[in-house]
């Protein structure tokens, strides 16, 4: 079975401190791939960033990085000097992927979120 | 290019009352889903449709739901009688479907549902 494990239930901390939201998840498959969502107040899953299973490179984008590690199946999320819009719940999600064109073994498996205040 | 839409935005209804929510997915986009979020939890997928068929419906308790997209295109999802514990966040995603899983979801603003 598949499984995603968000341990940080909330997270707070105070503008421009570095903050880690940590994604474990279970998978039996090689190959999968990994999401991380941003949730703000107003509702709407904005996507972040996708990973496959055989790219373990650390991606940088602007404030924000991923260290993926299959050895220990995690995909943890750095913000950088955060900022009061970061404040949000994010996803990590597992997708392990469809022999079809959008099959069934397609969907995104969610944990259960990370809400992260950044407070001035 | 516009994004994914949904309505209402908010609906507060009494147990045993009827709900449908509408949603309008991303043009080109042949996969739609719903998702059922209750509060302080991931989303739950509940329904897939790859253009106007059904993919995946497992997790759709069907005593109650119901879903359909006629043309493809838009879709509704139907809750007939409502219960408590269907109080969540509806939302709706489509993607563009590529071969495996390599294809992004985009999501829409949700319905908040209220059950009294």
């Known amino acids: 079975a598949q499984k995603v494990t968000q341990a940080q239930t909330e997270i707070s901390v105070v503008e421009k401190e570095d903050v880690t939201l940590d994604c474990v998840y279970e998978?039996?498959?090689?190959?999968?791939?990994l999401f991380w969502y941003k949730q703000p107040p107003s509702g709407e899953l904005v996507f972040l960033i996708r990973r496959n299973s055989f790219d373990e490179q650390n991606e940088i984008s602007g404030r924000y990085s991923w260290n993926f590690q299959k050895s220990t199946s995690s995909f943890n999320f750095t913000i950088t000097a955060s900022q009061v819009v970061d404040s949000a719940v994010y996803f990590c999600?597992?997708?392990?992927?469809?022999?079809?064109?959008?099959?069934?073994?397609?969907?995104?498996?969610f944990g259960k979120g990370t809400k992260l205040s950044v407070k001035p | 290019e516009a994004g994914v839409a949904q309505s209402p935005r908010y609906k507060i209804i009494e147990k045993r009352q009827s709900v449908a929510f509408w949603c309008n997915p991303i043009?080109?986009?042949?996969?739609l889903y719903w998702y059922q979020q209750i509060l302080g939890q991931g989303p739950k997928l509940l329904i897939q449709f790859q253009n106007n068929g059904v993919v995946d419906d497992s997790q759709l308790p069907k005593d109650r739901f119901s879903a359909e997209r006629l043309k493809g295109v838009d879709s509704t999802l139907k809750i007939q009688p409502a219960k408590l514990e269907d109080s969540a966040v509806y939302l709706c995603?489509?993607?563009?479907?590529?071969?495996?899983?390599?294809?992004?979801?985009?999501f829409g603003p949700g319905t908040r549902l209220t059950v009294t």
């Open positions: 998978t039996r498959d090689t190959t999968y791939y």
């Open positions: 995603a489509s993607s563009y479907p590529r071969k495996g899983g390599s294809y992004e979801q985009y």
């Open positions: 999600a597992l997708r392990i992927p469809s022999d079809n064109y959008g099959g069934s073994q397609g969907n995104l498996i």
């Open positions: 043009s080109g986009h042949a996969t």
